[in-house]
């Protein structure tokens, strides 16, 4: 069987990204290496592998020659959600949070922070940059700043199957925060928070370790809780891994505000049907739904730390 000059081409840079972003597991070469020597289509083992990777077909305005646009080098998550990931991993993860977070306004200058359990600590947002300008190699084993210590030390201390927390204080949730009735699920989106949401009242800066009793009792109170709404200041959202803790901020500020919108409208507001909402909630943390599961590959692709 003979290949096309383009084909061969194509086939060999794919190879490339794939063997550098890889772990380079041995059953991943073997299968490549297979798919190299002229197998009429790509191997199954790396299949979600290669949509990562792939180059983008193109041709000329003119209808010409086939040609290959270069695809941007992107990091690839191999590792299993129930498998610990590596401190690289965790890095990369951080840093395209950060960096997210900085993309959708979520951010306030170089306050909030994200962090990942590691080892008996975590690494978390260095408390120095924009979050526009964190890189992996930024992330620090402790922060700088007192107050991401305290919230984050009470939270991993209280929680252990919490390994990710991201804090920040977004307008909509803020001001939700703000409310007497606090937050309501209204929406679809909103069904990951439906009885995870835990209140927490303001004792002023967090930068005094008499708090962490008082966290670490809020944070256990809904055993399962996602997230902490505190009282005038903002909130925080956990989960089993940055992706996932990300995400849920990003769902949770959108459902608050949608929540500020209804508000705003003047009208009279239509609460869910609980059996419904609570049937959705259960839905959500299906695998194909869970939070991060269909997100995460696309969002680290859309991020580039060449600056």
Not at 71 to 85: Q, S
Not at 95 to 112: E, F, G, I, P
Not at 164 to 173: N, Q
Not at 189 to 196: G, L, M, Q, R
């Amino acid at each position: 069987m003979f290949l096309s000059s383009s084909s061969v081409v194509a086939r060999s840079l794919t190879m490339r990204r794939l063997l550098n972003h890889s772990r380079q597991q041995n059953s991943v070469v073997r299968a490549l290496s297979t798919w190299m020597a002229g197998s009429s289509s790509p191997p199954k083992f790396p299949q979600r592998i290669l949509a990562k990777c792939a180059l983008n077909p193109s041709s000329s305005a003119d209808g010409g020659t086939r040609r290959w646009k270069s695809a941007k080098p992107v990091y690839i998550d191999e590792h299993d959600d129930n498998e610990t990931p590596s401190e690289e991993q965790l890095r990369f993860d951080l840093a395209v949070a950060h960096r997210l977070t900085a993309r959708y306004n979520y951010d306030m200058l170089t306050w909030n922070h994200i962090s990942h359990r590691l080892g008996d600590g975590c690494l978390i947002t260095p408390g120095n940059k924009l979050f526009q300008d964190v890189k992996p190699e930024d992330l620090l084993v402790s922060s700088t700043n007192i107050t991401a210590d305290i919230i984050h030390a009470s939270v991993y201390a209280a929680r252990p199957d919490v390994n990710a927390i991201i804090h920040v204080h977004t307008p909509a949730a803020t001001a939700i925060s703000c409310l007497e009735e606090g937050f309501v699920p209204y929406t679809q989106d909103s069904a990951y928070f439906y009885d995870k949401v835990v209140r927490y009242e303001w004792d002023g800066l967090s930068n005094k370790l008499e708090e962490g009793p008082l966290l670490q009792a809020a944070v256990t109170s809904i055993p399962d809780c996602n997230t902490l709404l505190m009282d005038h200041h903002g909130f925080a959202c956990f989960g089993k891994s940055v992706k996932e803790a990300w995400v849920l901020a990003y769902y949770f500020e959108r459902a608050c505000d949608v929540q500020c919108r209804i508000m705003a409208s003047g009208g009279k507001a239509k609460t869910p049907n609980p059996v419904v909402m609570a049937g959705a909630a259960s839905s959500s943390y299906l695998p194909e739904f869970a939070p991060g599961a269909a997100e995460w590959d696309a969002l680290c692709a859309s991020v580039s730390f060449d600056d």
